[in-house]
């Protein structure tokens, strides 16, 4: 079993950046697919962008050019570096470790609101 805890979240500015973090604990991590979604006010959950265990990336296309997703395995780490960020994105953003790419394990969630 994974547990996850994201941070890193905030409020910025359009144009602005932050770097959200997820750290995984128990006794694997390594194997899973990794993925970041977001939620928006009365909107459904969405995938933004996913890595797997080899550091293989996709992205949704909004986000696409300017949101990066990595991990760092030893350190059990998933990332998500946000560049030039909108309103439209300001969500509750999530971390997810995937079996056969569906989400089988949620982090609880980290706030990201743009707004001037």
């Known amino acids: 079993q994974v547990q996850l805890v994201e941070s890193g979240g905030g409020l910025v500015q359009p144009g602005e950046s932050l770097r959200l973090s997820c750290v995984g604990t128990g006794t694997l991590f390594y194997p899973y697919n990794m993925a970041w979604y977001r939620q928006a006010p009365g909107k459904e959950r969405e995938l933004v962008a996913t890595v797997s265990s080899s550091g293989t990336t996709t992205y949704e296309d909004s986000v696409k050019g300017r949101f990066t997703i990595s991990r760092v395995n030893a350190k059990k780490m998933v990332y998500l570096q946000m560049n030039s960020l909108k309103p439209e994105d300001t969500a509750v953003y999530y971390c997810?470790?995937?079996?056969?790419?569906?989400?089988?394990?949620w982090g609880q969630g980290t706030q990201v609101t743009v707004s001037s």
């Open positions: 997810a470790a995937l079996v056969s790419m569906e989400p089988r394990y």
